[in-house]
């Protein structure tokens, strides 16, 4: 009788651990990217033509990572649209998450941006 009990406690402490360890499996960038960035960029990083940039292959996002994150930052308004400001939305480690994983998703293959250049960059 106690065999059957101790099984039943260490399978609901199993599930328990295991469902606790099923949390997001996307990088903490690309969550931030689809969470906030996709609908405009697309989850594929090509945007909308004549409406929203393209990320992949982006010279400007392979560039200097100071105005991609000031970017991100300030919002952009332009011919092509408009991208909100994220600086009261996001924090220092979120935007280095999301600029670093726009700079490397797809074929890009820039170096990442740490929370302290975003920090920097925000002028903290």
Known sequence: MKYPVLLLCLAVLGGVALAQGQGDAR??????FEDHC???HRTNGQGLPATFPALN?????????????????K???GNLGRMPSWADKLNDQ?????VTYIRQAWSNRA???TPALVAATRGK
């Open 27 to 32: 990088q903490p960038g690309q969550a931030v």
């Open 38 to 40: 996709a609908d405009c």
């Open 57 to 73: 292959k982006n010279p400007f996002v392979l560039g200097d990572p100071k105005p991609v994150i000031a970017t991100v930052l």
């Open 75 to 77: 919002g952009r308004k």
């Open 94 to 98: 979120q935007i280095a998450a999301v």
């Open 111 to 113: 170096a990442p941006v």
